[in-house]
């Protein structure tokens, strides 16, 4: 998961010192699941002793580590004024890489799972308004911006796109939440009149008006052709996505990598990840969502060029070549020589 945006301030009070934390990770129980739509499920997460969790900002995740192994991001989409507990939903993906399917069939009430302390790479940036649009299971962090410029008496409205009425995760909850008024919702196999006309919603592209987008990569892809040609800069389009776009390997050749701090050489095969070639050789560089989207292992480059395949970058930092994740990007020079 990933957007391009500021960073938001991680909140911790007083009351969670006492956590328990196993490194830097947090235990918590599930205390609720219940099917928020046709194949998600809404979990929530409390301390073992029902104290306080780490405050957080509107567009915050968490990392999940689930019962299978696999570690995951998910959004947190409950109210950010509330601090005794977390909430997450998970959309089940049957082809998927084995997350979803753990979430749905082990995570049940009583069930034990570590988190990570809450982290924000999709905060709301102060405009005159906003627009939120949401695509499935997207609607996660649109739902908690929603509660707080509610609270915080902006102006925003909130566009919410599915395929059909029983795939709109949190229906109920919308209907009866303060800014019920300003939700469109648009389903695919409902009437045209309906459905979304983003030209419409992308009019008004302005310094002081910001646009948020989560959804699949099909949906980010049609919003955001679109707010380009409407005229939105990058500053003003805020992004986040749960999955990396399937990128072709055919013609992937081995580079070498130089350790600055060491000099050490090693080379990565044209089969391997950087992150794998370094693991082979004892050196761990801290990795979560191993496609590109999620920023835990972004590297510094000090020589070389980056064939970068990450979407968490923006376009200007992957021409600058400072930074690029090893997860998934490759090098397209011989050598490169990164800050390890």
Not at 48 to 54: I, K, R, V
Not at 194 to 214: F, G, M, P
Not at 236 to 252: K, L, V, Y
Request: negative net charge; hydrophobic residues 35%.
């Amino acid at each position: 998961m990933h957007c391009q945006t500021g960073l938001g301030v991680l909140q911790l009070g007083t009351k969670t010192e006492k956590l328990k934390v196993t490194g830097d990770l947090i235990e918590v129980v599930v205390t609720r699941r219940v099917l928020a739509a046709t194949d998600i499920m809404n979990f929530e997460l409390r301390r073992p002793d029902n104290g306080a969790l780490p405050a957080f900002t509107a567009g915050s995740h968490i990392d999940l580590h689930l019962p299978n192994g696999l570690v995951r991001q998910y959004s947190l989409c409950n109210s950010s004024s509330h601090s005794g507990y977390y909430e997450i939903a998970v959309l089940l993906e049957p082809d998927g890489r084995g997350g979803s399917k753990s979430a749905h069939e082990d995570l049940l009430p009583g069930s034990i799972v570590r988190i990570t302390a809450p982290r924000n790479l999709f905060a709301l940036v102060p405009g005159r308004h906003s627009i939120l649009l949401a695509g499935g299971i997207g609607v996660t962090p649109i739902l908690s911006m929603a509660d707080a410029l509610t609270s915080a008496d902006a102006s925003f409205e909130f566009h919410y796109c599915t395929r059909s009425e029983d795939r709109a995760a949190f229906r109920e909850r919308i209907a009866s939440s303060p800014f019920a008024s300003r939700v469109r919702f648009h389903f695919d196999d409902g009437d045209s009149r309906q459905k979304l006309q983003i030209r419409d919603v992308l009019s008004e592209a302005r310094d002081d008006v910001h646009l948020y987008v989560c959804g699949p990569t099909g949906f980010m892809d049609y919003v955001l052709s679109n707010a380009r040609e409407c005229g939105w800069s990058e500053a003003n389009t805020h992004i986040e996505f749960f999955t990396a776009q399937e990128m072709s390997r055919t013609g992937d050749a081995g580079f070498d990598l130089k350790l600055a701090r060491s000099g050490r050489i090693i080379r990565v095969e044209a089969d391997q990840t950087v992150i794998k070639a370094l693991a082979l050789r004892g050196i761990d560089i801290p990795v979560s969502c191993e496609q590109g989207i999620c920023g835990t292992c972004l590297t510094e480059v000090l020589e070389g060029e980056v064939e970068h395949r990450d979407q968490f970058l923006t376009e200007e930092e992957h021409t600058s070549n400072k930074l690029f994740t090893p997860c998934c990007s490759r090098a397209k020079s011989p050598m490169l020589v990164i800050d390890v």
